[in-house]
């Protein structure tokens, strides 16, 4: 199978746009902003053309940039201006749904479900393991400091002496090499 072209996207999915969801796109235009995004079944559109269906799965990403922008569209061209809808693709094909532990690095780039449980919100706060600080005293460096390396001061005694050094200005000079979440 041949993968579609990139620049035969939009006008495949204003067809089926407008075939198949012009009175669910109308219906968006009367209900927004409460509702802002069309969901369609993977089941319709490989109804409409199973190799378009297949193409969607392979290039997620060509296809939704090419469906919201004919979504954008054909509002635009009902007179229903500066409204940004996003096109929802529900009920893959049962080959397409992963648990978080089926994850694995062939599923990057290509369009799968995820099947798993929100037991709780929180937000992830990330952290450097190896940050690397400048100070400066009044308008001349004072010194480099790895609060990490082992012959450098430790965390605690950076910010000390930094403060009885009368340093005014941290910043960071290089970037983090690990992150992880507080």
């Not at 509702?35 to 939704?64: M, N, T």
């Not at 096109?87 to 780039?109: K, M, N, W, Y």
């Not at 369009?111 to 400048?134: E, F, Q, Y």
């Amino acid at each position: 199978m041949a993968a579609i072209q990139e620049f035969d996207l939009p006008a495949r999915w204003t067809s089926l746009l407008q075939d198949t969801f012009s009175e669910a796109i109308h219906n968006i235009a009367r209900m927004w902003p409460e509702e802002q995004s069309l969901k369609v079944s993977y089941r319709v559109i490989e109804g409409y053309d199973p190799e378009f269906a297949q193409d969607i799965l392979a290039h997620p990403e060509h296809h939704f940039r090419a469906a919201n922008q004919a979504l954008q569209q054909f509002l635009l061209d009902a007179g229903e201006g500066n409204k940004v809808p996003f096109l929802r693709i529900e009920h893959l094909p049962s080959d397409q749904v992963r648990t978080v532990s089926q994850l694995r690095a062939d599923d990057i780039g290509v369009m799968i479900a995820i099947d798993a449980v929100t037991t709780k919100i929180s937000g992830v706060r990330p952290g450097c393991t190896s940050p690397c600080l400048s100070a400066w005293r009044a308008a001349t460096p004072w010194k480099s400091l790895n609060p990490t390396n082992r012959n450098s001061l430790s965390r605690l005694n950076v910010h000390k002496s930094m403060a009885v050094a009368g340093v005014r200005n941290v910043r960071r000079v290089s970037n983090c090499s690990t992150i992880y979440p507080n």
